[in-house]
């Protein structure tokens, strides 16, 4: 099994994480060296900033509730009408209309006649704020027209949840995570960021019975807090500061506290710090306990309230443990959130409307409603594959006479429907059985018995993850359906074996290129076996023997190891071509034969060898850490490009890295600090993210970037940061520029107060440093051309 945290989404692993993690047998939750401080009383919403008319009218509405009505607010109930994955009931004597709530972070789940879009992954290797932000909007126009209030996405958790995530890189998180949440609010709809905090391994992320019938707790992300403000509260700040409604708590504990009963990160990090006015929604089934959630900053219980909440929480505020007040902060953050999105508006559909749960009944058509999507579905899927190797002038493909296919992802899934019945009842999505999910619940033995479940969706072509990163589209478009199209334009012969053994093999010495379709599967769940696994790389190795220009497409729900065939000569080509949505194939091909121009760029680190990934396969027990399972983030945060800068190891590909078919030149980097950039800070101002001064601009950083090839391409530039003290490097800014053959394009980045701060711990805020600070711009984390430095006094 293998450590989450340095292949974070990117491997989003089989975890028993917790690095350096000697087995112990853990029978007290007093274990740590740090237990969750309290922070007490929970703060009510303040309506800052653009909040404070929507807290005006939620005043208003709120105080004309009785208690019940307002205890109604803080707690889903059952439906059998609809697909919602939560139901917040009406108070129609108010005009409330109540809420659905719905998966997930890459189109609307659980129902039909919507897109299926590129998942968080793919988004992340696009480097595109501006495609994020469109996918964002037209992924919220669905949610609206089928009754959603709240979209539960995006998923910005720097390491954890593969299938949705974006990066592991809180930057990069942060940036796309912030555009994703603006495209899908302007349409209306909450966003719910999560999963709030330190959510990285699926393994333990709830409690659990263990063999002898004890109760074993759920894992506990064991974080200090300086860590915690630099690398996995960094993407959320963001996302709030983008005006997300609400945010979601998380399954595992933190610091053996549940994260939904938490009032260190709640009260504290989220709603003092960070200045949220929405809401907190506990992730489903996520609560557990009634009057010290509530207290800890808990808003909302879903999908019911009726274990810890619900006619006993009426009880506890009548007898005085949990003060009045705070129910009406609960009741003002939700009616605030929904007042903000416009949602009082009478052309907001009703919850759920779109979606009734029986198929026979009326549906909202919302994909052929919305074909303007259809450029933002296209793009999305071209721009998150990655081209990490072209030899020999493989690729693009030139008017080939004749091509092999070769894998199991090669094919549409042999079902749509593995069940038979309906969509509705399909909730993992295109192609996956029911079956593969329930696997997950089987965790660690079977997977060390067998891998291949677990890391490859053998049934046909991955597109997306599964659990709550599923969902299905109207069609999809498989690579091996989009290469015959192409060859019937091309007068084309296509050859192919699909099948889990090929034996045809003749006909490759004479084909012009073999493309093998491979995946890394992963699921809500479940975290995966391993970064690659034999079987699939054996088949790639099989082709290749025979087969001199050998391209491998990967399908991958996270990093996937390629050593093994990596170096061999006859494979030309590789391409991660991560999980694009319904448009997979179409996009492909146009890659693949040039009519686009590959202009993704890695979101994670691909190693060499597992074992360059801080601590990888735990042998042993199913229960490792007795009955409070726990997992200590000692590596802070060192994650990721930060680990293989700081020990000096040669990844195989660098975080940042993709291949065009065209080159790019750096030149004349000019760093200016902005005056007084420094001064004045902090003024004590908070909204919603946090202080306002953080995002004063510093200093400016801008370059020139040139296309030296002889085709029309895309670069991404990326600025990394050495702050004294900190990290060799770290991310602070990048931009995706479209630059015609021959010509160039300056960029530019603001580098904001926060970029250039490291948080204190003693002072409790962020701070600048003194000293030299070094600015690198490139391509990639390895390759950075242009070096400056920018020197900071402060004043204190
Ligand atoms: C863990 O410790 C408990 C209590 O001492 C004991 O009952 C249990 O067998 C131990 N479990 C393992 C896996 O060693
Ligand atoms: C967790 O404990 C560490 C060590 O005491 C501390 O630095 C950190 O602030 C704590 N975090 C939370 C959320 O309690
Ligand atoms: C609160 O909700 C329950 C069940 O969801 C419902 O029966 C009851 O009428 C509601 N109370 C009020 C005051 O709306
Ligand atoms: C980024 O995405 C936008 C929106 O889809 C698109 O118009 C633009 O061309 C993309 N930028 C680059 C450089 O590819
Ligand atoms: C497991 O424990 C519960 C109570 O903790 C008990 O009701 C149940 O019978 C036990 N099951 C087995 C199989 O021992
Ligand atoms: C309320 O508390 C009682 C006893 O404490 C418990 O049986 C019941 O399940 C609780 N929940 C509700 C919704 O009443
Ligand atoms: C108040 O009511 C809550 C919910 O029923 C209960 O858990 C708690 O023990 C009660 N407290 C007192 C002091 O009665
Ligand atoms: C589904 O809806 C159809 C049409 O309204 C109806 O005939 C059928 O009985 C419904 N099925 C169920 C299971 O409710
Ligand atoms: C590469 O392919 C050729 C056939 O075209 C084969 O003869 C050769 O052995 C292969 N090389 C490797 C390293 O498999
Ligand atoms: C229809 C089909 O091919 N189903 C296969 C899906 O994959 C599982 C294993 O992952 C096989 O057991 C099924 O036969
Ligand atoms: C998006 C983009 O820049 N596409 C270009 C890639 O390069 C081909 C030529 O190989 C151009 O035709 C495309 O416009």
Redesign the pocket.
Known sequence: MVSVKQLGLAAAILSICGLGHAERNITSDTYFYGQSEPVYPSPSGKGTGDWAEAYEKAAAMVAKMTLEEKNNLTYGVATTENGCSGILPSIPRLGFTGMCLQDAGNGVRNTDFVNSYPSGIHVGA?W????A??RGWYMGGEFRKKGVQVALGPVVGPLGRTVTGISNDPYLDGALGAATVQGVQGQGVITSVKHFIANEQELYRNPTINSRNESVESISSNIDDKTMHELYLWPFQDALKAGSGNVMCSYNRVNNSHACQNSKTLNGLLKTELGFNGFVVTDWDAQHSGVAAAQAGLDMAMPDGQSFWGDNFTDAIANGSVPESRLTDMATRIIAAWYKMGQDESSYPAPGVGMPYNVSEPHTIVNSLTRDAK??LY??AV?GHVLVKNTKNALPLKSPKLISVFGYDAKAPDEYMPDGKSLLYNPWGIGYSPAIFQMGDLFSMTVINEPYYFQVAFNGTLSVGGGSGANSGPYLSAPLDALQQRAYEDNTVVMWDTTNNPSFMGLMEASDACLVFINAFATEGLDRAGAYDDYSDELVNKVAKTCSNTIVVIHNAGTRLVDQFAENPNVTAIVFAHLPGQDSGRALVSLLYGDENF?GKLPYTVAKSQSDYYSFFHTGAVTPYGLFPQSDFTEGVYTDYRYFDLHDITPRYEFGFGLSYTTFCFSDLHVSPVKHGISAYPTGAIEQGGAVDLWDTVATVTATLRNTGDKAG?EVAQVYVGIPGRPVKQLRGFD???IPAGGSAEVSFPLTRRDLSSWDVVAQKWQLQNGEYKIYVGSSSRELPLMDTLTIVTSS
């Open positions: 696009s595109n704020k501006s495609l932000h469109d450029p933002t793009d999305g721009e202009s895309a995706k520029v479209q």
